[in-house]
Structures are given as C-alpha cells and as structure tokens.
C-alpha cells in the first residue's frame, strides 16, 4: 500500500543523481520530431528554423530527468520555451479615461466582424458602453451583419450607407460616440489581402486620421504558411497593438500564432472558441503551446516526471521528515499528486528497476480508498494515529466504507513507516538506496510481497583453484564414508 | 587559412568529386545535389502549404531521381511541377450537370471560406452560360448572411429562396429545390452556414439536407462543393475529411488564390482523398471564378521562390 509513496521518493531520490545531459548527438532526433510537428501545426517554415535552432542551442546540456529520453526531455524544454515566447500575458484594453478607440483588421473571412461583437459583449459585461462603427464598406450585407450583432447584444451601431470613404464614416463615427456618451468605440474595418495596396493604404489612412488607441489584428486560427506575409503587410501599414486568434474550437493546431507573433511580436489578446458571442477568451499561452507543438503522449510523460520530480515540493518533504512530522495528512497530499488517473502506472513504468506493479492490479482504487480512510478521520487522528481504539477504528470504517481491519493496516504500516523515513531523511543518496533496500529485504514496505528480493553475496568469494581444492576435499571424505561402511 | 582546414577544404573537394555523378562531373554550373540542396528543396515545398508528409514525400522523389548529380534548382523544381502536373490532372469537366431536370449544387465549408462569395461567382458563370438559376439561403444562423445573398441574387438577376433567421437550413434547401422543379429552373445552388468540421450536431445537419434534397430529386445534389480558404494550412485536411464524411463532397473550390497564399494543401488532400479542385477564386467581383488547371496551378505555387 505503501508503495506509491516509497516509488515516489525513490524516483526522487533518482533524478537528484540525473541521468545525463542533452547533447547534439541525442537530441537530433527529438527536434527532427518536434520540426515535423510545427510544420503540420502550420507554423512557418522560416519561423521554425529560427526557434529549432535558438532552442537547440538553449538546451544542451540541460540533464535529462528521470527515465525520460533525451528526445522526451527536449519536449517538454521545448513546450516551456514555446510558453515563453507565446506570452506574455496582456488580455487588457487599455482603456483610457475618456474615450478609447479600438480598430479590428485584418483578411477576409478571419472573423472580424465577429469578434467586434464579442468584444462588444466582453465590454458591456465589464460595465463599459461600447459603440461599433461598420466601416466595412466592401462586402455585401456587412453592415447589415454588425447591426444584427448590435441588436442582440444591446450595443449602438453606427453606420451611414451614403457615405463611401471610410476614413469619414470613422471620423462621424468617433463624433458621435461622444454625443451618445460611449466610451469604446470599435471600427469594424473590411477585409483585404495584404497585397491589396490600395485598401492597405486606406486603412493606413484611417489609423493616421482616426487615431486608434489600440489596432488588433484578427487572424483565422487555421491560417497557413501565408501567416507571415499578410501579418508583416497590417504591420507594417499600421503599428498593430495586439492580435486575436480566432476559430479555435475546431481541430486547428493554430501554429499560425507562433508565426504572427514572431512577425508582429505583439501580444496575443484573446482566442475566439466558438461561434456564440461569449466564446472569445483570454489568451493562455500554456495551453496554446501544448496544441501548437501537439505531441500529448510525450508532454504527458514530461508532466508526469516533472510532478513527481518537483524540486520545491520534495524539499519541504525533506524537512518534515526530517522534524519527524511527517504525518498522514503529509501522506495523503502525497497520495494526491500521485493519483492522478494512470499517473501510478505511466510512473513506475519510467522508473527503471523500481518494482513494477501488474498492469491488472486496481492501483488507483487503492488510493482511493487509502485517501477515504485518511478524510474519515479526525484532524487530531491523523496527527496522532496511536488514539485510534477499535471505536473510532469503526467510525473511519465506516465513513470511508472500507472493513475496520483495513484501517488498522493502514495505520500499522504508517506507524512502521514513519521511523524509517524519519531515518532516511538527510542521509546521502547511497544511504538511502542503502535503506530502501533494506526495507524491501525486510518485507515491511511491500506487504503482498511483491518486490523481488535483490541476490545477495555471501560475502565470501571462492576462487578455482580453492574451489577444486574443497571438492577433493569432499571427495575425500566421502570415499572414506564409503570405506568405513564397507568394513562395517 | 589554417593547416587544417586547408586539408578539410581539399578533402571536401575530393568528396564531393566522389559523390558527384559522372555525367556532370564537368559541369561548371549547377550544384551538387546533397542534404543541403534537398533541404532548401524541403522548404521551398513546406512554404506552399503542401505539409510536411507530401513534402517529405516529393523530398524523397527527387533525392532518389537527382542524387550525386550537379543540376540548378530549377531542374528540381521542374521534375516537382510535373509531377503536381500528373498528380493534380483532371478531365475539365467544371460541374456534373443532371441528366434532366434541375442540378443541384450544394456549397459546404467552414466559417469565412468564402461560401457565398463563391456562389455568387458560380451563379454567374451559370448565368453567362445561359442557365437558370435558383439561389437557396440556407445560412440562416450567421447574421445578415440572407442579406448578403440576397443582395449578390439582385446584382445577378437571378431568383433567391430564403427562410427566417434561425430556420431549419434543410427546410429551406427544400423549398429551393421544390421551387427549381417547379419553374424549371437549371440549376440550384444551396448555401449552408459555415460551420467547423469538428462540430458533430452541425455536420449532422449537413446530412440531413443532403438527405431531404436526395428525396426530392434522385441522385442529387449532384455537386457538393467544399469552399477551401487558400490561406488555410494542414486544417484543410481535417476539412476535407469531416465534409465529405458528413456532405460526400465531390469537389473543391479554392477560393481567395489572388493573395499570396499558395493554396499547396490541395495536394494532400487530392493524394488522401481523391478530391479535385473544380474551380478557383480569383477576385471579388463575379467574373473571378476560374476552371481548375493542373499544369498552371503547379506553376504558380512555385514562382516568385527564389531559388
């Protein structure tokens, strides 16, 4: 039962000796992996040059943790380096006291219109009165689109269908959003390919008369290779303060943002996760990186060494170890980090030598239950286990819905835990190897006698020449057994 | 110059002559055809959005073809072109017309494809080719989007069918094939709201007109078409695949090809799938639909490299 717990700070006890370093050798595989994956995220080519090799260069020589493989190991750098250049995080809008103008850009179809709508919706619920101004003058029914948004979320939408440049109606706009006493105004400006130098000067335009606050740049999550090019030509034209990704709720990978950002190197605002207009959320660079770079079988073993390898963690369970404190409730918080479902297999299985559990075995029943006799006692009990007599011994059965001598072996086995932790804390790693193996030879940490038993040396060693000399010996006195029971 | 690289330049230049293939052992143009020649080569073909596993693929092709030989990289490109010319090749039939009666189109896609400026363009070409057109609104979740094919029905003369914003579509795709039928009209084009290839309800629903109009006339629709962004990247794919589990696509088109996007994911899905692309999207106005063409399409996604 108390396997889990002693696994855990073995392998602990493991990566604390490390088992090697990345070099250029070992890692050549794992980044001709990692380039494959970001070319079929959509990420630019260009772009993935650049971050393999500034990354390559970062990671060598990192030690590799656990029984992970050089190529797991550079993964999970990797995902952490992706994090780092995705943020930082800025979900704000900078709003000013006044007023603040907010213009969307960006190539047909990528969901600008849209997004004015949840933007609107975002503002509106953060007790800001937003104004959308329908510049798009370009596409049939466009106008028609935002004042049917503007209906449904409660928003005043200005247009004016006589006027032809847009730069005007933004001007009229911005005039009138001060007489209706809004606060944000959102320009809603068509889509245009970036090759477009005309509509590309136009907007340039109205960034120069209308005066932004903020420019953002709407892009479709799903966008290619071409990413770079249009996201250089809006920012080059304009000097964009952030970029929203949308179409996210489907199955694109979204690489496309690493390209956009590595272009612009704004920040990220928000993600668009749905057609509904209150699916625009904050950016998250954490999750964005683990779908860009895919590779969720490899994270998750990374997550899964890094869990139980956390540093910090093992640290302050070093100390109360080593105060004696460590108590049940200490336990159960161990218990915890490691029941995560399949965790327990996933782990010994990355543990070289440890001792594997069968793969029927209801590993993470067990925890369960250990976990639901520790909540079912008191806070007092769990400190001090000794005041468990047999009626309190029924009460925790009870709540915990186990039998009352499964309780006892709980508390028996922490009780013959605790000394022996208590003893291996603080001592070198050999000494507690040393100790671990001592436990297993014992029997106490395995109760179903599942570790096998490591061969022991006699402690003496018997060379050739020794050995033919004890069996003339034996030899010998057999032949003279044989000889006296002749004579008998 | 140091000793020592002055050895490893002279031995480089002896590997090279070793692995040069004797036909171009003389030439005093071109360059050896090695990792390095295939990997520009590799990125070349990554940067059209052909995707990693049909650019390793092609990779492969010409290292087998080209190792050891001294060519310019145009001569690489050249072999790639032709081969996308085979790959890609198709009778020039533009769209299966019913045998009698009304043809009907369906035009399928995700969000901001370019579904209705697309059918805008395919009614026209129907138009100037002398057919009758009937127009089915059958976006009725998006704002405003009746609107918009409504406005496109006007500019092009050509008879719309719409329903309420939130109708049922297949209701609507009904009524537009019933009203084909009964004023003899040529062709029938059914717009859907985009719609992602993930969300399970909706691709439902894309079965079920394609269900509803297939009672009212057999075999039909005779075309669904898949509007494919030719911005999008390797999505295109997971594009592919849902619509056609879900709608039977029978074809593409490849809208907003007048940017930079290359359109490249065309090829996968053409080696996956054996979907063809039918037309391509040229332009904003009307007139911009154009045929497909193999060979030219192949061109274009490699000029402008600089090689």
Not at chain 1, 166 to 176: E, G, I, Y
Not at chain 1, 264 to 277: A, S, Y
Not at chain 2, 286 to 302: K, M, T
């Given at each position: 039962?108390?396997?889990?717990?002693?696994?855990?700070?073995?392998?602990?006890?493991?990566?604390?000796?490390?088992?090697?370093?990345?070099?250029?050798?070992?890692?050549?595989?794992?980044?001709?992996?990692?380039?494959?994956?970001?070319?079929?995220?959509?990420?630019?080519?260009?772009?993935?040059?650049?971050?393999?090799?500034?990354?390559?260069?970062?990671?060598?020589?990192?030690?590799?943790?656990?029984?992970?493989?050089?190529?797991?190991?550079?993964?999970?750098?990797?995902?952490?380096?992706?994090?780092?250049?995705?943020?930082?995080?800025?979900?704000?809008?900078?709003?000013?006291?006044?007023?603040?103008?907010?213009?969307?850009?960006?190539?047909?179809?990528?969901?600008?219109?849209?997004?004015?709508?949840?933007?609107?919706?975002?503002?509106?619920?953060?007790?800001?009165?937003?104004?959308?101004?329908?510049?798009?003058?370009?596409?049939?029914?466009?106008?028609?689109?935002?004042?049917?948004?503007?209906?449904?979320?409660?928003?005043?939408?200005?247009?004016?269908?006589?006027?032809?440049?847009?730069?005007?109606?933004?001007?009229?706009?911005?005039?009138?959003?001060?007489?209706?006493?809004?606060?944000?105004?959102?320009?809603?400006?068509?889509?245009?390919?970036?090759?477009?130098?005309?509509?590309?000067?136009?907007?340039?335009?109205?960034?120069?008369?209308?005066?932004?606050?903020?420019?953002?740049?709407?892009?479709?999550?799903?966008?290619?290779?071409?990413?770079?090019?249009?996201?250089?030509?809006?920012?080059?034209?304009?000097?964009?303060?952030?970029?929203?990704?949308?179409?996210?709720?489907?199955?694109?990978?979204?690489?496309?943002?690493?390209?956009?950002?590595?272009?612009?190197?704004?920040?990220?605002?928000?993600?668009?996760?749905?057609?509904?207009?209150?699916?625009?959320?904050?950016?998250?660079?954490?999750?964005?990186?683990?779908?860009?770079?895919?590779?969720?079988?490899?994270?998750?073993?990374?997550?899964?060494?890094?869990?139980?390898?956390?540093?910090?963690?093992?640290?302050?369970?070093?100390?109360?170890?080593?105060?004696?404190?460590?108590?049940?409730?200490?336990?159960?918080?161990?218990?915890?980090?490691?029941?995560?479902?399949?965790?327990?297999?996933?782990?010994?299985?990355?543990?070289?030598?440890?001792?594997?559990?069968?793969?029927?075995?209801?590993?993470?029943?067990?925890?369960?239950?250990?976990?639901?006799?520790?909540?079912?006692?008191?806070?007092?009990?769990?400190?001090?286990?000794?005041?468990?007599?047999?009626?309190?011994?029924?009460?925790?059965?009870?709540?915990?819905?186990?039998?009352?001598?499964?309780?006892?072996?709980?508390?028996?086995?922490?009780?013959?835990?605790?000394?022996?932790?208590?003893?291996?804390?603080?001592?070198?790693?050999?000494?507690?190897?040393?100790?671990?193996?001592?436990?297993?030879?014992?029997?106490?940490?395995?109760?179903?006698?599942?570790?096998?038993?490591?061969?022991?040396?006699?402690?003496?060693?018997?060379?050739?020449?020794?050995?033919?000399?004890?069996?003339?010996?034996?030899?010998?006195?057999?032949?003279?057994?044989?000889?006296?029971?002749?004579?008998? | 110059?140091?000793?020592?690289?002055?050895?490893?330049?002279?031995?480089?230049?002896?590997?090279?002559?070793?692995?040069?293939?004797?036909?171009?052992?003389?030439?005093?143009?071109?360059?050896?055809?090695?990792?390095?020649?295939?990997?520009?080569?590799?990125?070349?073909?990554?940067?059209?959005?052909?995707?990693?596993?049909?650019?390793?693929?092609?990779?492969?092709?010409?290292?087998?073809?080209?190792?050891?030989?001294?060519?310019?990289?145009?001569?690489?490109?050249?072999?790639?072109?032709?081969?996308?010319?085979?790959?890609?090749?198709?009778?020039?039939?533009?769209?299966?017309?019913?045998?009698?009666?009304p043809?009907v189109?369906?035009?399928?896609?995700?969000?901001?494809?370019?579904?209705?400026?697309?059918i805008?363009?395919?009614a026209?070409?129907?138009?100037?080719?002398?057919?009758?057109v009937v127009l089915g609104a059958g976006d009725t979740?998006?704002?405003?989007?009746v609107?918009?094919l409504t406005?496109?029905a006007?500019?092009?003369?050509v008879e719309i069918v719409t329903g309420e914003?939130?109708a049922d579509p297949a209701s609507v795709a009904h009524r537009a094939v019933s009203t084909a039928l009964s004023e003899?009209k040529?062709v029938c084009i059914l717009d859907?709201?985009?719609?992602?290839?993930?969300?399970?309800?909706?691709?439902?629903?894309?079965?079920?007109?394609?269900?509803?109009i297939?009672?009212q006339?057999?075999?039909?629709?005779?075309?669904?078409?898949?509007?494919?962004?030719?911005?999008?990247?390797?999505?295109?794919?997971?594009?592919?695949?849902?619509?056609?589990?879900?709608?039977?696509?029978?074809?593409?088109?490849?809208?907003?090809?007048?940017?930079?996007?290359?359109?490249?994911?065309?090829?996968?899905?053409?080696?996956?799938?054996?979907?063809?692309?039918?037309?391509?999207?040229?332009?904003?106005?009307?007139?911009?639909?154009?045929?497909?063409?193999?060979?030219?399409?192949?061109?274009?996604?490699?000029?402008?490299?600089?090689?």
């Amino acid at each position: 039962m108390f396997q889990s717990l002693q696994d855990g700070l073995q392998s602990a006890f493991k990566s604390l000796r490390g088992k090697g370093k990345l070099s250029d050798a070992n890692m050549r595989d794992g980044l001709k992996l990692v380039e494959q994956s970001l070319i079929e995220a959509d990420v630019n080519f260009a772009v993935i040059q650049d971050f393999m090799a500034r990354v390559s260069e970062k990671a060598l020589g990192r030690r590799i943790l656990l029984s992970l493989t050089p190529s797991e190991e550079l993964v999970g750098i990797i995902r952490d380096e992706l994090i780092e250049l995705l943020g930082p995080v800025d979900s704000s809008l900078h709003l000013r006291g006044d007023l603040t103008v907010l213009m969307l850009c960006g190539l047909q179809g990528s969901g600008k219109t849209t997004t004015c709508g949840k933007l609107s919706r975002l503002l509106i619920q953060n007790k800001q009165k937003p104004f959308l101004v329908a510049a798009d003058l370009q596409r049939p029914a466009a106008i028609d689109q935002l004042h049917v948004l503007g209906e449904q979320i409660g928003v005043p939408v200005y247009s004016d269908k006589d006027i032809t440049d847009p730069v005007k109606v933004c001007q009229d706009a911005v005039k009138r959003a001060q007489t209706e006493q809004a606060n944000v105004v959102i320009l809603d400006t068509a889509g245009r390919l970036a090759i477009d130098e005309e509509l590309m000067a136009e907007l340039a335009r109205i960034d120069k008369r209308v005066k932004p606050d903020q420019v953002y740049l709407v892009t479709d999550g799903m966008t290619g290779q071409d990413a770079v090019n249009s996201a250089k030509a809006f920012n080059d034209a304009l000097e964009l303060d952030g970029v929203i990704m949308t179409k996210l709720d489907g199955d694109a990978r979204g690489g496309a943002l690493l390209s956009v950002k590595h272009v612009t190197g704004v920040p990220v605002k928000f993600i668009g996760t749905g057609e509904h207009l209150d699916a625009l959320e904050p950016f998250r660079p954490e999750g964005m990186a683990s779908r860009i770079l895919g590779m969720g079988d490899i994270l998750g073993l990374v997550d899964i060494a890094r869990t139980v390898v956390d540093e910090r963690e093992q640290q302050q369970l070093e100390e109360k170890l080593q105060a004696g404190e460590f108590t049940l409730d200490d336990f159960k918080e161990q218990l915890e980090k490691l029941a995560r479902p399949g965790l327990m297999g996933n782990m010994l299985k990355m543990i070289p030598g440890m001792p594997k559990m069968e793969e029927d075995m209801d590993t993470d029943g067990e925890v369960q239950r250990l976990r639901a006799i520790i909540d079912s006692m008191t806070l007092d009990e769990r400190r001090n286990p000794k005041v468990i007599d047999p009626s309190r011994r029924q009460r925790i059965a009870r709540g915990a819905g186990v039998q009352s001598n499964q309780v006892n072996e709980l508390v028996k086995q922490f009780d013959m835990m605790a000394p022996i932790m208590k003893s291996m804390a603080g001592k070198g790693i050999k000494g507690r190897m040393d100790a671990i193996r001592e436990l297993q030879q014992s029997g106490m940490l395995d109760p179903g006698g599942r570790a096998p038993r490591t061969k022991q040396g006699t402690g003496k060693r018997i060379n050739t020449k020794n050995r033919n000399k004890m069996r003339k010996m034996r030899e010998k006195e057999l032949r003279k057994k044989r000889r006296q029971n002749k004579m008998r | 110059m140091g000793f020592f690289n002055r050895i490893k330049a002279g031995l480089k230049k002896t590997s090279s002559v070793l692995n040069t293939d004797i036909r171009d052992l003389f030439k005093t143009e071109g360059r050896l055809v090695d990792d390095q020649f295939l990997d520009e080569l590799f990125a070349t073909l990554v940067k059209t959005d052909i995707g990693g596993k049909a650019g390793t693929e092609i990779r492969d092709r010409i290292q087998n073809t080209f190792r050891g030989r001294v060519i310019h990289m145009t001569e690489a490109l050249d072999a790639v072109k032709q081969h996308l010319k085979e790959l890609l090749a198709q009778p020039e039939e533009s769209i299966r017309y019913a045998t009698s009666g009304p043809t009907v189109v369906m035009v399928v896609g995700v969000n901001g494809s370019g579904k209705t400026t697309s059918i805008a363009k395919l009614a026209h070409m129907f138009r100037t080719q002398g057919k009758s057109v009937v127009l089915g609104a059958g976006d009725t979740f998006r704002a405003a989007a009746v609107q918009q094919l409504t406005i496109w029905a006007e500019r092009l003369g050509v008879e719309i069918v719409t329903g309420e914003p939130g109708a049922d579509p297949a209701s609507v795709a009904h009524r537009a094939v019933s009203t084909a039928l009964s004023e003899g009209k040529d062709v029938c084009i059914l717009d859907t709201a985009g719609r992602l290839q993930t969300q399970v309800n909706l691709m439902k629903e894309l079965e079920k007109i394609h269900r509803v109009i297939g009672k009212q006339i057999e075999s039909s629709p005779h075309e669904v078409l898949l509007v494919l962004d030719a911005t999008a990247g390797q999505n295109g794919i997971s594009q592919a695949r849902g619509f056609s589990e879900a709608a039977n696509c029978t074809g593409l088109v490849l809208a907003k090809l007048d940017g930079t996007a290359k359109g490249g994911v065309v090829v996968p899905i053409r080696q996956e799938f054996d979907l063809p692309v039918k037309f391509i999207g040229v332009g904003e106005t009307p007139e911009d639909l154009v045929l497909f063409n193999a060979d030219e399409f192949s061109e274009a996604l490699f000029d402008e490299q600089t090689v």
